[in-house]
């Protein structure tokens, strides 16, 4: 997600705003737009804001692209890939251009003119489902996971790789906001690898081990919850891997009952356990998208791209409740428990499930999806509703 530059025209009048603190409004964010899907066993898997924060994308179990007006709250176009399948949509820093990875037929990751529903080229090389899109801020590159253990580093002005990592499960990947340094989750050995993007050939400058977690008390406690051993708890079920804007945190999402994974992202240190709340502990697999990764799906249970998102200013974490409705908010500023278990300063009510986030970069609103698209944005007069 691109750090903004410029900044845009002002929103009409009841749309999003972009000059209220985030701190303010946070708690007060209410659904105000839903749009249904063609039918309604079709589920959204993926979620995309362009730059300007005007525009979003979702990719859709029904071999569809979706993309809407988040300014105006409509629905714009709608774009099909029957033959290949999509998931992991993203914008390019030209909003009219995308890039998606294919879930049929191959694992080649396609880039498409939204303008004309035309290909514009074709990246070629994995051999196994692609787990992680994800953009540079800085430039039209980016890097891509696969279940074929490589990791790639794409241009979009040529069809070839300029850079490979061949890596044990290398399923998740992120660039810092300053684009200068990529983190790459391996979740079978419990690491989070940093590379310096100038000399990505080289070994990692850090490593982060988070089997270093293992033996803390919290950690035994979800785990005999959840039958497992401490682990195989800490490695199961990451969902995303996201830097804070202001690039202080790594945040890895995951759907145990140990809660979503809050790092310090200089030491790596642990800063907090994103608990959900407790009426919705042990958690119910069936409310919970599995990882990212098409195989690892069900037609009744779609994969997802992680159920929570950073808040544009780094602070805050919007999030699923973990059960079948509502979403939650955690303040990373909040003051944890002993054992740096951090339960949510807020709920977001809604009567569905929110199964995938995502946060405008521009403006103070936020998109969730399950089985349909919804838009939030700071309702007056409302106060903060409590768990």
């Given at each position: 997600m691109?750090?903004?530059v410029l900044v845009p025209p002002p929103p009409p009048p009841g749309g999003p705003q972009s000059t209220q603190k985030t701190s303010d409004i946070i708690g007060t964010l209410r659904p105000t737009k839903q749009f249904k899907l063609s039918k309604p066993e079709t589920a959204v898997t993926s979620l995309d804001f362009d730059d300007s924060g005007e525009y979003l994308l979702a990719a859709c179990s029904d071999e569809s692209l979706q993309l809407y007006n988040a300014k105006e709250g409509k629905h714009i176009k709608n774009l099909y890939s029957k033959k290949y399948g999509a998931h992991l949509a993203r914008f390019t820093h030209q909003a009219q251009s995308i890039i998606y990875a294919s879930t049929k037929g191959d694992d080649t990751i396609r880039y498409l003119s939204t303008h004309d529903n035309q290909f514009l080229r074709y990246f070629k090389g994995h051999t196994a489902p692609v787990t992680t899109l994800t953009l540079c801020p800085a430039s039209d590159t980016f890097l891509s996971c696969s279940l074929d253990n490589t990791v790639r580093l794409w241009s979009l002005s040529s069809p070839s790789p300029?850079?490979?990592l061949n890596l044990a499960t290398p399923t998740l990947a992120a660039y810092d906001p300053s684009a200068t340094v990529i983190a790459i989750a391996s979740p079978s050995t419990s690491s989070i690898l940093l590379y310096d993007l100038r000399n990505y050939d080289k070994p990692p400058f850090a490593t982060f081990d988070l089997r270093t977690l293992e033996t803390l008390p919290v950690v035994a406690r979800a785990a005999q919850q959840a039958g497992l051993s401490p682990t195989a708890l800490?490695?199961?079920?990451?969902t995303r891997l996201e830097f804070s804007n202001d690039g202080k945190s790594l945040l890895i999402a995951t759907n145990t009952s140990l809660g979503h994974i809050l790092l310090d992202a200089f030491s790596g240190?642990?800063?907090?356990?994103?608990?959900?709340?407790?009426k919705s502990l042990p958690l119910d697999p069936s409310f919970l998208r599995p990882s990212p990764y098409p195989h690892a799906s069900t037609p009744s249970n779609p994969p997802g791209q992680g159920d929570v998102a950073f808040s544009a200013d780094g602070r805050f974490l919007i999030g699923s409740s973990g059960d079948e409705r509502d979403g939650v908010v955690w303040d990373a500023q909040g003051q944890a428990d002993g054992e740096n278990v951090l339960m949510p300063m807020a709920a977001l009510p809604w009567k569905g499930r929110v199964a995938v986030v995502e946060w405008n970069p521009r403006y103070n609103m936020c998109a969730t999806a399950d089985r349909d698209v919804v838009f939030w944005l700071p309702e007056e007069g409302v106060g903060i509703k409590a768990l």
């Open positions: 691109a750090v903004p300029q850079g490979r800490i490695s199961s079920e990451w240190e642990i800063r907090a356990f994103l608990f959900r709340p407790a």
